[in-house]
């Protein structure tokens, strides 16, 4: 069970790499938290996966104030990421032609909701931007849906004000990924905890 368990998480933050780069080579729009990324990326020396990192480890020393406590999924999911990102990257080259592109934007919001509900399912605890979310909805009372709509608004803006990419790809990630997880968590989680999960997810 462990075993299946730490192969289903890695399995599932390798998967978020590529569709983090796939949806980069799109280039018709990233997820909030990734505009950022490429936002910060195209003004400091790093690389996408190395930026990706940073922020993660920044945003998970705003946990201590919120008492939350990390796990292997949290440490593993900052740098394992980020690593499979710039493997990714190197890998699927640029692309041109407008229908080419959606077509792998779309591939790319595919297999983050599979990457999302294997990592989760694998229950080794939330990732660091997750994390900020439910600890600062436990923390105020608000609900989780107003947290994250804050937070990520709040990121997107910041990093389409840095030249992030953000556009009608950003709004088909938001519609499409809370179903596509959704979908595919009873793939990957046992049956009695589907539902906890689909709770915390709301």
Known sequence: MLVRR??????????YGLSMALMIRGNVGLNPWDVLHQGLS???EASFG???????I?????????????GLGTISNIFVIGIAADLFLALVPELSGLGLRWSVMAAGVFLCGIAGAAYIGAGFGPGPRDGLMTGLSARTGWPLRRVRTGIELAVLGSGWLLGGTAGLGTVLFALAIGPLVQAFLPVFTPAPTVRALACETC
Do not use: E
Not at 6 to 15: A, N
Not at 50 to 56: E, K, L
Not at 58 to 70: A, T
């Open 50 to 56: 190395t930026i990706v990192i940073g922020v993660g």
């Open 58 to 70: 920044l945003v998970m020393l705003l946990w201590v104030p919120l008492q939350q406590r990390p």
């Open 6 to 15: 730490l192969v289903q998480l890695y399995f599932g933050l390798l998967l």
């Open 42 to 44: 195209g003004r400091v």
